[in-house]
């Protein structure tokens, strides 16, 4: 057993939704530090001696995250999965200082996100790298899905990329459910400029599969059920 250190706090029990509000603020402020030291990370062209004296002092403020560290397959308290919140996703999570982070609101037929990549996020120079158009179309479409009733994992998805996408401009990504099969859900998504909303810059066409609530029970052990 280790033993807590004098200015440890305990782990936090998030039994009020005041209490889960306050935690996601914290967060959601650590997570947008992070971000702006990323992408400061990956654009600065500092000295060699600067970068070590930086790197000691991350180190330093890393040892200051104490106290217990979620498992692997945990949910974390201030997340709703799968359909809600997600405060550490790659791709939505405000506490994540890899997301862009992409703000997703309900359409008449869909789900409509934005965001705006930064340098961190490039692939060719100026551009984002292919992998964070697939990561936010997967994403977009995967919440389509569990907003439409039928919350599933990807069995498929197909991205055809039309056009280069530029860092550092407003994007818009959409997603919708087409077909419902049985288990299986069709989505379309597509990811265009802010600016140019006809001009389609990546497309996409995934597969999602409902999982029955034994398998949903053996892959996420954490997931919170009604009841």
């Given at each position: 057993m280790t033993e807590r250190?004098?200015?440890?706090?305990?782990?936090?029990?998030l039994t009020t939704a005041e209490e889960r509000e306050l935690q996601k603020a914290a967060v959601t402020r650590l997570g947008q530090e992070l971000r702006s030291l990323v992408e400061a990370t990956v654009r600065t062209a500092a000295t060699p001696d600067t970068l070590h004296r930086v790197a000691d002092g991350v180190r330093h403020l890393t040892g200051r995250l104490?106290?217990?560290?979620?498992?692997?397959?945990?949910?974390?308290?201030?997340?709703?999965?799968?359909?809600?919140?997600?405060?550490?996703?790659?791709v939505v999570g405000p506490g994540s200082p890899l997301a862009p982070p992409v703000v997703v609101t309900p359409t008449e037929d869909g789900l409509l996100g934005r965001c705006t990549l930064g340098i961190a996020h490039e692939g060719?120079?100026?551009?984002?790298?292919?992998?964070?158009?697939?990561?936010?179309?997967d994403e977009l479409m995967g919440r389509a899905c569990?907003?439409?009733?039928?919350?599933?994992?990807?069995v498929s998805l197909e991205v055809r990329y039309r056009r280069p996408v530029p860092l550092e401009t407003p994007l818009r990504i959409t997603a919708r459910v087409t077909v419902t099969d049985h288990r299986k859900v069709h989505v379309t998504g597509s990811i265009t400029?802010?600016?140019?909303?006809?001009?389609?810059?990546?497309?996409?066409?995934?597969?999602?599969?409902?999982?029955?609530?034994?398998?949903?029970?053996?892959?996420?052990p954490g997931l919170r059920t009604e009841g």
């Open positions: 250190t004098a200015t440890e706090a305990p782990p936090i029990a104490t106290g217990r560290r979620r498992a692997r397959a945990e949910i974390p308290e201030v997340d709703e999965f799968p359909a809600g919140a997600r405060m550490y996703s790659p060719p120079p100026g551009y984002g790298h292919g992998g964070m158009s697939a990561m936010l179309l569990a907003v439409a009733g039928t919350p599933g994992l990807t400029t802010e600016t140019d909303p006809a001009t389609e810059l990546a497309t996409g066409q995934g597969v999602f599969v409902a999982l029955d609530p034994e398998r949903a029970r053996a892959l996420f």
